[in-house]
C-alpha cells in the first residue's frame, strides 16, 4: 500500500513539475528563444522523407522531432471541447445584448419620448464602455485567472439587466447600458485568452471559429428573439430575457469550468488556489487527500503549494492596469492590424444600426418584421466564423510547408521565426474585396427602393466576408501578442469599439445628409483604400514583431536579474540575523558558566 502511495506521489509531482513549465505563456515563445531556440524546426531530412512530405500534406505534423517537457495543455480533448463551448456561449451573450436592443429603439424612443439622435446615443455609450472594460477585465484575467474576470463581469452584467427591466427614465437607460456592456463586453476578450490557453497555433483557428460563431449567433438571432419579445410582451421582457441566459451561463460556468490562465495553473497541470476551485476540483482535491496516508498528504500540499508558489512569483496581483492595452496599441505591428480592424467593423455596425430606421422607411414594417431582417446578416457571420475556422489552419499547414517549418501540436510551435502574418493575411483578400464591394451595392439598392430580397440577400454576403475578415484579424492579434491575449484582444477591442461608436453615433446623419447610396458608397470607399495597411502589415510585420520580442526578451532578463538580486540580499540579510542571534545565545551561555 505505501508503495502504491509512492507511486501515486511520484505521478502528481511528474504532473505539477511539467505545469510548472508549462506556465511559459503560449506558443512558448519567450522559453524557446533563449534556451531552445531552434527546438520547433527539423534537421534536414532523408531524400524519402522529402518525398513522402511532398506528396502527403499531412505527413508535415508526423516528421516533427520528438521533444522533451510537458504538452501545451493538460486538459483532454472533450474537456477542451467543453471550456471552449462553456465560453463560446458567454460570447455569444455579449453581442446578443447590443443586437436583441435593436428592434426596442423604436417603441422606448416612443415611450420615454426621446429623439433618434438620443436613443441612439444609447448605442454609442454602449460601444465605448464595450471598449473600455474589457481593457480592465482583460488585465484582471492575465494576472489573476479567468474564472474570477468572468464571475465579476456577470455578476455586474446580472444586475444591469434586472435594473434595466425596472427602469422608466431616459437617464437611467443609459447608465445601466453603459453597466450593462460594462459587464457583458468582457466574455469575448476572455473567450479569446481561454482559446489562446488551450490549443496551440495549428489547432487555433478551429477554436476560434467556434468561439466566433457563438459571438455572430448574437446578430443572427439576437434582433429575432428582441423583436418577437417586443412585439408580443414588450420591450421589458428583452432584458428579462438576458436575465435568465446570464444566469444559465453563471451558475454552471462557476461551479464546472475549471481555471486555464497559464499564470495560475500552467498548462492546466498545476492546481489553482482553494478559492479558485469549481465544486468538482474541491471534490476531486478532497477525495485524493482521504486516500492518502499522513505522510503522502502532506508531501502532496507542499508539492502543490510550492508549484503554486513559483507561477505566483511570476505574477503579482494588483489592480487592473488599462493601460497596459494603451502600450500594446502602440506597438507597430499591432497598431497596424487594429487600425483596419476598426475600420471594418465600423463597416459591419453601421449596416446593423441603420436597419430599424431604414426598413421602417422604405418598408414600413413593424418590430418583430425587422428583426427578422436580421436574420440573413447573422447567417452570414455564422457561416464566416465556421468556414474562416478551417480556412485558417489549412492555409498556416500550407504555409508551414512552404517554409520547413514543422507543426507540434503536443507541445505548440515557436511562432517567432514563422511568418505567422503571412499565414493569416494571404487568404483575406478575395473575401475581404468582395465583402466590400457588396457593401457599396447595399447602399445603392436601399436608394432605389429595391425589392426586400436584394437587401436580404446582399446582408448575407456582407456577413459572410465583412465579419470574416474581422474574424481573421483577430485571431491574428491574438497570434502577436501570445503573452496577454485577452490584453491584446481588449486592445482589439477599444479601437474598433471607439472608431465604431463614432460611426453609428453619426450614420443616419450621415444617411440623411449624403444618401443612402453615397453614404455606403463612402464607407466601402474608405476601408478599400486603407487595406494597403494589411499588405504593410505582411512585409514589415516579422520585422517589428522581432524588434518587440528582443525588447520583451531584455525586460524579462532584467526583472529576472533584479529578482535574483533582491533574493541574494534577503539571504545574506538571514544569514547575518541568525549568525547574530547564535552569538548572542553563545554570549549569555558564557555568561551562565
Not at 168 to 193: E, P, V
Not at 481 to 495: D, G, K, R
Request: hydrophobic residues 45%; charged residues 20%.
Amino acid at each position: 500500500m505505501a508503495q502504491d502511495n509512492r507511486l501515486v506521489e511520484a505521478e502528481k509531482a511528474e504532473g505539477i513539475g511539467a505545469g510548472l513549465q508549462g506556465a511559459i505563456i503560449e506558443d512558448p515563445t519567450t522559453a524557446s528563444s533563449i534556451s531552445l531556440p531552434h527546438t520547433s524546426r527539423t534537421p534536414s531530412p532523408r531524400p524519402e522523407e522529402t518525398e513522402a512530405a511532398q506528396d502527403d500534406f499531412q505527413d508535415l505534423e508526423a516528421l516533427a522531432i520528438v521533444r522533451t517537457g510537458p504538452v501545451y495543455s493538460a486538459f483532454g480533448k472533450w474537456k477542451k471541447r467543453y471550456i471552449v463551448v462553456m465560453v463560446t456561449f458567454a460570447a455569444f451573450i455579449s453581442p446578443t445584448s447590443a443586437n436583441i436592443y435593436f428592434p426596442a429603439l423604436n417603441p422606448l424612443q416612443k415611450e420615454l419620448d426621446v429623439s433618434t439622435t438620443l436613443i441612439n446615443l444609447t448605442l454609442t455609450s454602449y460601444m465605448i464602455f464595450q471598449g473600455l472594460a474589457p481593457t480592465i477585465f482583460g488585465d484582471l484575467a492575465d494576472m489573476a485567472g479567468r474564472r474570477p474576470a468572468y464571475i465579476l463581469a456577470f455578476i455586474i452584467y446580472l444586475g444591469a439587466n434586472i435594473g434595466l427591466a425596472l427602469q422608466d427614465s431616459y437617464a437611467a437607460l443609459f447608465i445601466l447600458r453603459c453597466l450593462q456592456s460594462t459587464g457583458s463586453s468582457g466574455a469575448i476578450a476572455l473567450g479569446y485568452g481561454v482559446v489562446a490557453d488551450v490549443s496551440t497555433s495549428a489547432e487555433r483557428g478551429k477554436y476560434i471559429g467556434m468561439l466566433g460563431a457563438g459571438a455572430m449567433m448574437g446578430p443572427a438571432i439576437g434582433p429575432v428573439i428582441g423583436g418577437i419579445l417586443a412585439q408580443f410582451l414588450g420591450w421589458r421582457s428583452i432584458f428579462w430575457f438576458l436575465v435568465i441566459i446570464s444566469g444559465c451561463f453563471l451558475v454552471p460556468y462557476t461551479l464546472t469550468v475549471p481555471e486555464t490562465g497559464r499564470n495560475v495553473v500552467g498548462n492546466g497541470a498545476v492546481p489553482p488556489q482553494g478559492w479558485n476551485m469549481t465544486i468538482l476540483e474541491w471534490y476531486q482535491h478532497r477525495k485524493e487527500e482521504k486516500s492518502l496516508n499522513g505522510l503522502s498528504r502532506s508531501e502532496t500540499a507542499e508539492g502543490r503549494r510550492l508549484a503554486q508558489e513559483e507561477l505566483a512569483r511570476g505574477r503579482k496581483l494588483r489592480w487592473p492596469n488599462p493601460l497596459k492595452t494603451v502600450r500594446i496599441i502602440m506597438e507597430k505591428d499591432m497598431a497596424v492590424v487594429l487600425i483596419y480592424n476598426s475600420l471594418i467593423y465600423t463597416a459591419f455596425y453601421d449596416i446593423m444600426a441603420s436597419i430599424p430606421q431604414l426598413f421602417s422607411e422604405i418598408y414600413g414594417y413593424n418590430d418583430l418584421q425587422i428583426g427578422l431582417c436580421y436574420i440573413p446578416f447573422g447567417c452570414g457571420c455564422a457561416f464566416a466564423s465556421i468556414i474562416n475556422g478551417k480556412l485558417l489552419d489549412g492555409n498556416y499547414k500550407r504555409v508551414a510547408k512552404k517554409v520547413g517549418f514543422t507543426i507540434d501540436r503536443k507541445h505548440g510551435d515557436d511562432l517567432r521565426h514563422f511568418p505567422i502574418e503571412r499565414a493569416r493575411l494571404e487568404i483575406i483578400w478575395p473575401i475581404l474585396y468582395f465583402g466590400l464591394a457588396c457593401n457599396l451595392c447595399y447602399g445603392w439598392v436601399l436608394e432605389k427602393n429595391a425589392n426586400l430580397a436584394a437587401p436580404l440577400i446582399l446582408q448575407f454576403f456582407m456577413g459572410l466576408c465583412i465579419n470574416g475578415s474581422f474574424n481573421i484579424l483577430s485571431t491574428l492579434v491574438v497570434d502577436l501578442y501570445p503573452q496577454s491575449p485577452s490584453t491584446a484582444t481588449a486592445a482589439n477591442n477599444l479601437v474598433r469599439c471607439f472608431v465604431g461608436a463614432g460611426g453609428t453615433g453619426i450614420i443616419n446623419i450621415m444617411i440623411d445628409s449624403m444618401g443612402r447610396g453615397w453614404c455606403f458608397t463612402f464607407i466601402a470607399l474608405v476601408c478599400i483604400a486603407a487595406s494597403p495597411m494589411l499588405w504593410v502589415e505582411m512585409k514589415w510585420g516579422p520585422k517589428w514583431r522581432e524588434e518587440r520580442m528582443v525588447r520583451i526578451d531584455k525586460q524579462k532578463a532584467e526583472l529576472e536579474r533584479a529578482r535574483e538580486v533582491e533574493e541574494s540580499s534577503s539571504s545574506t540579510l538571514d544569514n547575518r540575523e541568525a549568525e547574530g542571534d547564535a552569538s548572542r545565545d553563545e554570549q549569555r551561555e558564557k555568561e551562565k558558566d
